[in-house]
Nanobody, 125 residues
Framework: VQLQAFGGGLVQAGGSLRLSCVASGRSIYAANMAWFRQAPGQEREFVAA????????DYTDSVKGRFTISRDTAKNTVYLQMNSLKPEDAAVYYC???????????????????WGQGTLVTVSS
Protein backbone atom coordinates (compact mmCIF):
# COMPACT_ATOMS: atom_id res chain seq x y z
CA VAL A 1 0.00 0.00 0.00
CA GLN A 2 1.21 3.51 -0.81
CA LEU A 3 0.31 6.40 1.44
CA GLN A 4 0.34 10.04 0.44
CA ALA A 5 -0.08 12.75 3.04
CA PHE A 6 -0.97 16.29 2.18
CA GLY A 7 -2.63 19.35 3.66
CA GLY A 8 0.27 20.82 5.56
CA GLY A 9 1.21 24.46 5.36
CA LEU A 10 1.89 27.64 7.27
CA VAL A 11 -0.67 28.71 9.85
CA GLN A 12 -0.71 31.20 12.69
CA ALA A 13 -0.88 29.99 16.25
CA GLY A 14 -4.50 29.30 17.14
CA GLY A 15 -5.36 28.38 13.59
CA SER A 16 -6.45 25.09 12.04
CA LEU A 17 -5.33 22.67 9.39
CA ARG A 18 -6.72 19.38 8.12
CA LEU A 19 -4.27 16.77 6.97
CA SER A 20 -5.30 13.98 4.63
CA CYS A 21 -3.68 10.64 3.98
CA VAL A 22 -4.78 8.86 0.83
CA ALA A 23 -3.98 5.21 0.36
CA SER A 24 -3.50 3.50 -2.97
CA GLY A 25 -2.45 0.07 -4.06
CA ARG A 26 -4.88 -1.68 -1.79
CA SER A 27 -7.67 -0.82 0.58
CA ILE A 28 -6.84 0.25 4.11
CA TYR A 29 -10.28 -0.64 5.41
CA ALA A 30 -8.79 -3.36 7.64
CA ALA A 31 -5.74 -1.43 8.84
CA ASN A 32 -5.31 0.63 11.94
CA MET A 33 -3.99 4.02 10.90
CA ALA A 34 -1.95 6.65 12.67
CA TRP A 35 -0.33 10.02 12.41
CA PHE A 36 3.17 10.70 13.69
CA ARG A 37 5.24 13.85 13.59
CA GLN A 38 8.90 14.70 13.60
CA ALA A 39 10.36 18.07 14.43
CA PRO A 40 13.93 18.97 13.41
CA GLY A 41 16.48 17.20 15.57
CA GLN A 42 13.85 15.14 17.35
CA GLU A 43 12.60 11.59 17.12
CA ARG A 44 9.40 10.74 15.34
CA GLU A 45 6.58 10.77 17.85
CA PHE A 46 3.07 9.43 17.98
CA VAL A 47 0.22 11.90 17.50
CA ALA A 48 -3.01 9.98 16.94
CA ALA A 49 -4.33 6.61 15.83
CA UNK A 50 -7.62 5.11 14.76
CA UNK A 51 -8.68 1.49 14.62
CA UNK A 52 -9.64 -0.19 11.36
CA UNK A 53 -13.28 -0.08 12.43
CA UNK A 54 -13.08 3.57 13.41
CA UNK A 55 -14.42 2.69 16.82
CA UNK A 56 -11.24 3.33 18.77
CA UNK A 57 -9.01 6.37 18.73
CA ASP A 58 -5.96 7.33 20.73
CA TYR A 59 -4.07 10.59 21.09
CA THR A 60 -0.90 11.77 22.66
CA ASP A 61 -1.68 13.95 25.67
CA SER A 62 -0.42 17.17 24.13
CA VAL A 63 -3.04 17.12 21.34
CA LYS A 64 -6.07 15.80 23.19
CA GLY A 65 -9.02 18.12 22.79
CA ARG A 66 -7.38 19.89 19.85
CA PHE A 67 -6.77 17.20 17.21
CA THR A 68 -9.26 14.71 15.79
CA ILE A 69 -8.41 11.67 13.72
CA SER A 70 -11.04 10.17 11.44
CA ARG A 71 -11.28 7.93 8.43
CA ASP A 72 -13.42 7.54 5.34
CA THR A 73 -13.25 3.95 4.22
CA ALA A 74 -15.00 4.64 0.94
CA LYS A 75 -12.34 7.19 0.04
CA ASN A 76 -9.47 5.12 1.45
CA THR A 77 -8.47 8.22 3.36
CA VAL A 78 -7.55 9.14 6.92
CA TYR A 79 -7.76 12.69 8.23
CA LEU A 80 -6.21 14.67 11.04
CA GLN A 81 -8.12 17.79 11.96
CA MET A 82 -5.83 20.08 13.91
CA ASN A 83 -7.32 23.01 15.80
CA SER A 84 -5.83 25.58 18.17
CA LEU A 85 -2.41 24.94 16.73
CA LYS A 86 0.63 25.87 18.78
CA PRO A 87 4.20 26.58 17.68
CA GLU A 88 5.24 23.30 19.31
CA ASP A 89 2.97 21.43 16.88
CA ALA A 90 5.24 22.41 13.99
CA ALA A 91 6.76 19.32 12.41
CA VAL A 92 6.65 17.02 9.43
CA TYR A 93 3.54 14.89 9.84
CA TYR A 94 3.53 11.31 8.61
CA CYS A 95 0.66 8.91 8.20
CA UNK A 96 1.17 5.22 8.77
CA UNK A 97 -0.72 1.98 8.30
CA UNK A 98 -0.58 -1.14 10.40
CA UNK A 99 -1.04 -4.73 9.21
CA UNK A 100 -4.65 -5.73 8.50
CA UNK A 101 -6.90 -6.61 11.44
CA UNK A 102 -4.38 -5.79 14.16
CA UNK A 103 -6.08 -6.11 17.51
CA UNK A 104 -4.27 -3.24 19.21
CA UNK A 105 -4.14 0.39 18.18
CA UNK A 106 -0.40 0.91 18.34
CA UNK A 107 1.40 4.08 19.31
CA UNK A 108 4.99 3.21 18.47
CA UNK A 109 6.79 3.80 15.21
CA UNK A 110 7.97 0.19 14.99
CA UNK A 111 4.39 -1.13 15.02
CA UNK A 112 3.50 0.37 11.64
CA UNK A 113 4.39 -1.21 8.34
CA UNK A 114 3.63 1.45 5.76
CA TRP A 115 4.50 5.13 5.77
CA GLY A 116 3.64 8.17 3.73
CA GLN A 117 6.19 10.77 2.65
CA GLY A 118 5.21 13.42 5.19
CA THR A 119 3.69 16.86 4.99
CA LEU A 120 5.18 19.93 6.67
CA VAL A 121 3.20 21.91 9.21
CA THR A 122 4.60 25.28 10.24
CA VAL A 123 3.00 27.31 13.02
CA SER A 124 3.95 30.93 13.46
CA SER A 125 3.68 32.59 16.86
Amino acid sequence: VQLQAFGGGLVQAGGSLRLSCVASGRSIYAANMAWFRQAPGQEREFVAAISWSGGTTDYTDSVKGRFTISRDTAKNTVYLQMNSLKPEDAAVYYCAADSPFSSLVATHVSEYDYWGQGTLVTVSS
